[in-house]
């Protein structure tokens, strides 16, 4: 129907939309259904123009609304994580050196983490105090971290890449303290004791 007046044109237009939205609905459902390869074939050739698309209705979303955003991305990650970490591997596998660097930036922020929570801020050697962050690590208060690593399925010899992120995803658990690699090793040659303490009795 063709209105002289078009506001009432319009007005015309919106109520139809509205009374047939469910319809419409179905019939579009339906036309993705049986029309799985064309579409996919449509989406191939316009593949630049529709992502234009969907970055500036992303980006006008955010503006909109941020939290409901990051709570339906976390909800949308939540879901699709099998197919996130497929995309994942596909990405980093034809492109290893973004993934090197990720990694390493990944690990120095876990560790900051891990150490900040284990040796106070800024994190310190919990027997001689030595401050410099490459000479810090994480020790097993009991001396049983192998021991406790096998039990957890690790590889001891892996563990200090591991650590951070066991010791993030378990909530920080207790037994563990910030030492330099001087008096962890020091404490493990010498039973369980770093020879500065020996000294001191
Ligand atoms: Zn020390
Ligand atoms: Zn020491």
């Known amino acids: 129907m063709v209105h002289k007046d078009p506001e009432k044109g319009k007005e015309y237009r919106r109520k139809w939309q509205r009374e047939h939205r469910e319809n419409m609905r179905m019939a579009n459902k339906k036309y993705r259904q049986t029309?799985?390869?064309?579409?996919?074939?449509?989406?191939?050739k316009n593949k630049?123009?529709?992502?234009?698309?969907?970055?500036?209705?992303?980006?006008?979303?955010?503006?909109e609304n941020p939290e409901l955003f990051r709570k339906k991305l976390n909800d949308w990650r939540a879901k699709n994580i099998e197919r996130i970490r497929r995309q994942n591997l596909i990405y980093h596998k034809a492109h290893p050196e973004i993934r090197r660097r990720a990694n390493l930036k990944h690990r120095?922020?876990?560790?900051?983490?891990?150490?900040?929570h284990y040796g106070g801020?800024?994190?310190k050697c919990a027997c001689c105090g030595e401050s410099e962050i490459k000479f810090l690590t994480?020790?097993?208060?009991?001396?049983?971290?192998?021991?406790?690593w096998r039990e957890k399925g690790f590889n001891p010899r892996?563990?200090?890449?591991?650590?951070?992120?066991?010791?993030i995803t378990n909530n920080f658990p207790e037994g563990f303290q910030v030492l330099c690699y001087n008096c962890n090793c020091g404490k493990a040659k010498n039973n369980g004791v770093c020879p500065h303490?020996?000294?001191k009795i």
């Open 35 to 44: 029309h799985k390869d064309k579409i996919k074939e449509y989406i191939e």
């Open 138 to 148: 994480i020790d097993h208060i009991n001396n049983d971290g192998a021991k406790q």
């Open 48 to 63: 630049k123009r529709i992502n234009k698309y969907k970055r500036l209705w992303r980006a006008k979303k955010r503006k």
């Open 108 to 116: 120095h922020k876990y560790r900051m983490i891990v150490l900040v």
């Open 197 to 199: 303490k020996q000294q």
């Open 121 to 123: 801020n800024p994190p």
């Open 158 to 167: 892996l563990r200090s890449s591991y650590i951070a992120d066991y010791l």
